[in-house]
């Protein structure tokens, strides 16, 4: 479903003008009466100056102010702002979504969005992670808990260009090694239709009041393509695999086997 909210700008424009003074001087009238005609003049046109002010005034009250890529609205005096909502629909705005790969295989997760119709909105916004009912993260040796959520990680993304990437912890049950611990990792990158990064933001900085998403982007085309990778590092090799990858070769304890979970989507938001 469509969200199409428009803003409607109510514009007033005050029209006239203030005269004073006698009526215009006639043949042989008195000098008195010139002067006031050149009186009444200037006092007209010191109105009409000020009522044109006043007028600019209201308009840009009305019209409001742009703060980086949101459109405050004023009306006598009190901003309100327009606070992006979330989609409830899926797939949004007409348009169509393809996914492909896998995001525990070599080459991750790949979603394209195509055919935006954007109609009268003014932004839409994608959020990463942003659904309560469904924690984010990794698990090899049971459901996602707390302690196995994806943490954002500051040091390892890219905001501007595009890459975020969250860590966690979890470990696995082998049958000759007992649980080995692990480090898991979720790379996220996102392009428009050009193949040019997005930026990554969080999600105060975009204006948007999330759910449980911490981070997105602005989606200012009719297109983009988002992929995912989750992976596992064996700290006894120092090594990151597809997390299916590496399930897949190591040797599990029975009541293990098929004991991986995995979490990952995003929601729309717009205004």
Aim: contains cysteine; aromatic residues 8%.
């Amino acid at each position: 479903m469509n969200r199409a909210l428009g803003i409607t700008f109510a514009v007033f424009v005050a029209t006239g003008c203030a005269n004073g003074g006698d009526s215009p001087a006639t043949e042989g009238g008195s000098t008195d009466d010139a002067a006031g005609d050149l009186l009444g003049d200037a006092v007209g046109d010191a109105v009409r100056d000020a009522v044109r002010d006043r007028v600019g005034d209201r308009v840009g009250d009305r019209v409001g102010d742009r703060v980086g890529d949101r459109v405050v609205i004023k009306d006598s005096g009190a901003d309100v702002p327009r606070t992006p909502k979330l989609e409830s629909t899926f797939p949004p705005y007409g348009l169509t979504w393809t996914p492909s790969g896998n995001l525990g295989r070599a080459g991750g997760l790949t979603w394209t969005y195509t055919g935006i119709n954007r109609g009268a909105l003014l932004h839409i916004y994608w959020i990463v992670c942003d659904d309560p009912s469904t924690p984010c993260g990794l698990s090899l040796n049971g459901p996602i808990t707390s302690s196995s959520e994806w943490t954002f990680s500051a040091t390892d993304s890219d905001l501007p260009g595009g890459k975020l990437i969250f860590t966690n912890s979890t470990a696995i049950m082998t049958a000759d090694a007992g649980t080995v611990p692990l480090s898991g990792r979720l790379t996220v990158t996102i392009v428009d239709s050009s193949n040019a990064a997005i930026p990554f933001a969080d999600v105060a900085t975009l204006g948007v009041t999330a759910r449980d998403g911490k981070y997105g982007a602005e989606i200012k085309g009719t297109g983009f393509t988002v992929t995912a990778l989750a992976e596992v590092e064996d700290t006894t090799t120092s090594t990151w695999t597809p997390y299916l990858v590496y399930y897949d070769a190591a040797h599990t304890v029975p009541p293990d086997a098929g004991n991986g979970y995995v979490s990952f989507g995003g929601s729309f938001y717009d205004d």
